[in-house]
């Protein structure tokens, strides 16, 4: 079994852009149609953007990102050892109110929900998160 592409990159604003090249670079790699790669690089980003905001505050950490091909799917998972938190529970957005009677927060939650067919969440093995996204339909 071949090794799986992964990145490890310290939780930082400026590590968006190399985790976006890396998202296309390794998507591409296993076969996935650009328009496919674009949606998986934003629910990345978004998820990413969360991890270094919200999971780790402006603390020092890491994250890991890894993509596999697992049968005509895109599954990635993003591990980290911020404070737990499952994005799963959070209640989607009412994005019918206009934006000043909007709560704040939660659009990239929204938007990696949209662009994703299925999110779930696990706790890390010791302790952390463990973030899956699926987007389906790739052809190989």
Same mark, same amino acid.
């Given at each position: 079994? =071949? ?35 674009? =949606? ?13 905001? @919200? ?8 994250? %890991?990102?890894?993509?596999?091909? %697992? ?19 959070v ?8 934006? %000043?009677?909007?709560?704040? !927060? !939660?659009?990239?939650? @929204? ?6 067919d299925?999110?779930? @969440?696990?706790?890390?093995s010791?302790g952390?998160n %463990? ?5 389906? !339909?790739?052809?190989?």
């Amino acid at each position: 079994m =071949k090794p799986q592409p992964t990145l490890s990159v310290a939780a930082d604003l400026q590590n968006l852009a190399p985790i976006r090249r890396f998202v296309e670079a390794a998507a591409g790699a296993l076969g996935f149609e650009p328009e496919i790669v674009s =949606k998986v690089q934003l629910a990345v980003d978004e998820a990413a953007t969360n991890i270094i905001i @919200h999971g780790y505050q402006g603390q020092q950490g890491a994250f %890991e990102i890894e993509l596999r091909r %697992e049968g005509n799917d895109l599954v990635v998972y993003l591990r980290d050892d911020a404070a737990p938190f499952d994005p799963t529970q959070v209640a989607p957005p009412d994005i019918t109110l206009p934006l %000043e009677k909007r709560a704040l !927060g !939660g659009m990239g939650i @929204h938007l990696m929900r949209q662009a994703m067919d299925e999110i779930s @969440h696990r706790r890390g093995s010791n302790g952390g998160n %463990e973030l899956i996204l699926i987007k389906r !339909g790739g052809s190989h």
